[in-house]
């Protein structure tokens, strides 16, 4: 969350409660789930409390991560998908970078999914890579990476954007 007013505003503070759910408990044979005697009740939740913008707002990637490793790269168009009858807005859509790939994820965000789905150790499999924000993320959290790209233009800048956050990461460690 940025903390700004109008993502606050629409997110006011909440306290999760507990979930109650009830599963088969182990016993008996596989048609057991549905009889009562064969179900336990089961209590989780987090307990925690806050705004619920902490679960949805992340901020798009900035022009600095976007571009970052792609120096000697040229500027190109973005594609970006505009609502129909729109054309008067249409100078307000154009908008040119070294990565032009429509969506690309900010580092952070990427950091934080592979470290909420993978197991320390493991390898991270992206078969659609795109610009490489999943790879980048991956490297700086110390996971081994596997992408693959049908766009040859895409893989280079995947290349270069991993590359050079990696590049980063090593100076850093020095």
Same mark, same amino acid.
């Given at each position: 969350?940025?903390? +700004?007013?109008?993502?606050?505003?629409? *997110?006011?503070?909440?306290? !999760?409660?507990?979930?109650?759910?009830?599963?088969?408990?182990?016993?008996?044979?596989?048609?057991?789930?549905?009889?009562?005697? /064969?179900?336990?009740?089961?209590?989780?939740? @987090?307990?925690? !409390?806050?705004? =619920?913008?902490? *679960?949805? #707002?992340?901020?798009? =990637? +900035?022009?600095?991560?976007?571009?970052?490793?792609?120096?000697?790269?040229?500027? $190109?168009?973005?594609?970006?998908?505009?609502? /129909?009858? !729109?054309?008067?807005?249409?100078?307000? #859509?154009?908008?040119?970078?070294?990565?032009? /790939?429509?969506?690309?994820?900010?580092?952070?965000?990427?950091?934080?999914?592979?470290?909420?789905?993978?197991?320390?150790?493991?390898?991270?499999?992206?078969? @659609?890579?795109?610009?490489? +924000?999943?790879?980048?993320?991956? $490297?700086?959290?110390?996971?081994?990476?596997?992408?693959?790209?049908?766009?040859?233009? #895409?893989?280079?800048?995947?290349? =270069?954007?991993?590359?050079?956050?990696?590049?980063?990461?090593?100076?850093?460690?020095?």
């Amino acid at each position: 969350m940025d903390g +700004s007013e109008e993502v606050v505003e629409g *997110f006011p503070d909440t306290k !999760s409660t507990k979930s109650k759910w009830k599963g088969f408990s182990g016993e008996g044979s596989n048609e057991g789930w549905q009889r009562k005697s /064969h179900t336990k009740e089961i209590e989780g939740g @987090f307990n925690d !409390s806050g705004s =619920a913008s902490r *679960f949805f #707002y992340c901020a798009k =990637a +900035s022009k600095s991560e976007r571009n970052k490793g792609l120096e000697g790269f040229e500027e $190109k168009g973005i594609s970006i998908q505009q609502p /129909h009858n !729109s054309k008067d807005l249409e100078e307000r #859509y154009k908008m040119t970078s070294k990565n032009n /790939h429509p969506t690309v994820k900010p580092v952070k965000l990427m950091q934080y999914l592979c470290r909420l789905i993978t197991p320390k150790g493991g390898t991270i499999l992206d078969p @659609f890579m795109g610009s490489g +924000s999943t790879g980048i993320g991956a $490297k700086l959290e110390g996971f081994n990476f596997i992408g693959i790209e049908l766009d040859p233009e #895409y893989l280079k800048i995947a290349e =270069a954007r991993i590359n050079a956050w990696e590049t980063d990461k090593q100076k850093k460690l020095c």
